[in-house]
């Protein structure tokens, strides 16, 4: 099957899964007829215009195919992480160099509650885009929530030297560093935090 047409079908099994039961086809029907005047107003009441949206996109017909991802997307628009964690690995393994479904893969692990396979594909990540400090910052709060402080101290370290103006690299710097016991690493990211919050017009005292 294309993928164009299996991004139509599991998203008409999801627009199933959360009306009132009602048969595959009148969905279908519905969803076709929400680009028409006056079509689908009856069914209109029972089904979100949400999911009746979700549904007509995929199943328009457009000219191009889907973007890798979209399917993954949309198992993630509609809250159900783990098939968005599941959809977004068959996109990454049909195309393992791709820097915006390692991030996209890292995000949706992450709203799954699957913290080690976030970690393993920002690390995949950062062997494609060693010097882009958000993937590093990113890393190091998905090791800090897991209590991985010595790892954790490396990423923000890592993330605030690529960007030293960032709030949230320098503060989780200073945190982890201390949690280690590096008290000069630790004092000197707190006072660069104290400049940037000054700089920034934020009230460290809130």
Same mark, same amino acid.
């Given at each position: 099957?294309?993928?164009?047409?299996?991004?139509?079908?599991?998203?008409?099994?999801?627009?199933?899964?959360?009306?009132?039961?009602?048969?595959?086809?009148?969905?279908?029907?519905?969803?076709?007829?929400?680009?028409?005047?006056?079509?689908?107003?009856?069914?209109?009441?029972?089904?979100?215009?949400?999911?009746?949206?979700?549904?007509?996109?995929?199943?328009?017909?457009?000219?191009?195919?889907?973007?890798?991802?979209?399917?993954?997307?949309?198992?993630?628009?509609?809250?159900?992480?783990?098939?968005?964690?599941?959809?977004?690995?068959?996109?990454?393994?049909?195309?393992?160099?791709?820097?915006?479904?390692?991030?996209?893969?890292?995000?949706?692990?992450?709203?799954?509650?699957?913290?080690?396979?976030?970690?393993?594909?920002?690390?995949?990540?950062?062997?494609?885009?060693?010097?882009?400090?958000?993937?590093?910052?990113?890393?190091?709060?998905?090791?800090?929530?897991?209590?991985?402080?010595?790892?954790?101290?490396?990423?923000?370290?890592?993330?605030?030297?690529?960007?030293? %103006?960032?709030?949230? &690299?320098?503060?989780?710097?200073?945190?982890?560093?201390? %949690?280690?016991?590096?008290?000069?690493? &630790?004092?000197?990211?707190?006072?660069?935090?104290?400049?940037?919050?000054?700089?920034?017009?934020?009230?460290?005292?809130?």
């Amino acid at each position: 099957m294309k993928e164009s047409g299996r991004l139509c079908t599991r998203t008409l099994e999801l627009v199933l899964s959360r009306t009132d039961s009602w048969p595959l086809e009148s969905i279908h029907d519905a969803a076709k007829n929400l680009r028409y005047p006056g079509g689908g107003h009856r069914m209109l009441s029972r089904v979100s215009w949400f999911f009746l949206l979700l549904a007509t996109i995929a199943c328009a017909g457009s000219p191009g195919e889907p973007a890798p991802g979209d399917l993954a997307a949309q198992y993630a628009a509609m809250g159900s992480f783990d098939e968005a964690a599941r959809e977004i690995d068959l996109a990454v393994r049909a195309r393992p160099r791709d820097l915006t479904l390692r991030r996209q893969a890292a995000q949706l692990h992450n709203r799954a509650g699957n913290t080690q396979r976030a970690v393993d594909h920002l690390e995949a990540a950062i062997r494609l885009a060693p010097n882009d400090w958000t993937i590093w910052l990113e890393l190091a709060e998905r090791e800090q929530d897991r209590a991985n402080v010595a790892d954790a101290y490396v990423a923000y370290r890592r993330a605030s030297l690529l960007e030293p %103006n960032d709030l949230r &690299a320098v503060s989780g710097l200073a945190r982890s560093a201390d %949690n280690l016991g590096f008290a000069e690493e &630790a004092q000197s990211a707190r006072d660069r935090r104290q400049q940037l919050e000054r700089e920034l017009g934020i009230d460290s005292s809130l």
